[in-house]
Structures are given as structure tokens and as C-alpha cells.
């Protein structure tokens, strides 16, 4: 058997040295492997036939047609996609109706709450009745002889 080493070295392709050269080409040289290589030389050289070669050709070319072909549709088909992709956005953004604004009041909200608080004011003078001094200003005409005790009254 060959020693590890050797074994080893022949394996990196490591440079042999000349005792190891030596020692190599005499395993070489026994009638084991010269039988080997008389057998291995006396096989005959099989060329590939012809009609094999071109059925080879033939399928290559085949299938690097296919491929020519789904590139050629890719390399077509991936900026229509794109083109699409940006036309239903743009058409989503475009065509959706816009949120509902809220009605307009047709007084501002203040002037109402001012309005409701002279109301309620006003029926507050006039207890027991339902009118309003301010609406009615013939029948409650202004007093200014009143005394603390009707101011605190109120």
C-alpha cells in the first residue's frame, strides 16, 4: 500500500521528492499494473456518431429557443404590467368620490348659543307665563323704581 504521506501529497499535488518519485514509479512498475495499463490501452476509441450529435443539436437548439422566447416575453410583458399597475392606481386616486363636507350651519353656532340663553332668560323674568319681555316689551314696560328686594328676587 502507498503510505500515507505520499498518499497525502499526491492528493495537494504537492512537489514528490526524489526518493518518493522513486519509490512511486516502482509500485508503477509491477506486473499488476502494467496488466491494467495494457488494458486500458487496448480499448478502443468510440468516437460519437454523427446522427447523435445532430439530434443533440437539434433538441439544444430547441430549447434555447424557449428560453429566447419567455425572455422575449418577459422583457416585453414586465413594463406593460408596470404601465398597468400605475394606470389602476392613478385611477383609483382619480375616480373615488370625495368625502362628504358637512352642511354649513346658516347661523354660526355661537350666535345660536347666544340666542337660546336670551331665551332662557327671558322666560326666567317672567315666571308662571310662557312670553318673553323681550318679545313683548308693550305689555312689561321697564321699571326703574325697583327695589333691592325685587333685585334679589330675581
Known amino acids: ?20 518519485e522513486a519509490q512511486l514509479d516502482a509500485m508503477l512498475s509491477n506486473s499488476a499494473q502494467s ?19 445532430s439530434e443533440l443539436n437539434v433538441k439544444l437548439a430547441k430549447e434555447s429557443s424557449k428560453r ?3 425572455s422575449k416575453i418577459f422583457f416585453s410583458l414586465r413594463p406593460a404590467v408596470g404601465v398597468a399597475f400605475a394606470s389602476a392606481f392613478a385611477f383609483m386616486l382619480w375616480s373615488r368620490e370625495p368625502m362628504p363636507q358637512p352642511a354649513p350651519y346658516k347661523q354660526p353656532l355661537e350666535l345660536k348659543m347666544v340666542a337660546t340663553h336670551e331665551e332662557a332668560t327671558n322666560l326666567a323674568e317672567v315666571p308662571g307665563t310662557s312670553v318673553s319681555s323681550l318679545h313683548n316689551p ?14 334679589n328676587a330675581l
Open 35 to 53: 496488466t491494467v495499463s495494457n488494458m486500458v490501452a487496448s480499448t478502443p476509441e468510440e468516437e460519437l456518431s454523427l446522427g447523435w450529435r
Open 68 to 70: 429566447q422566447r419567455r
Open 1 to 20: 500500500m502507498i503510505e500515507k504521506d505520499l498518499l497525502e501529497k499526491m492528493l495537494k499535488e504537492a512537489r514528490l521528492t526524489p526518493e518518493e
Open 138 to 151: 308693550s305689555k312689561t314696560p321697564p321699571r326703574e323704581d325697583w327695589t333691592e328686594v325685587d333685585v
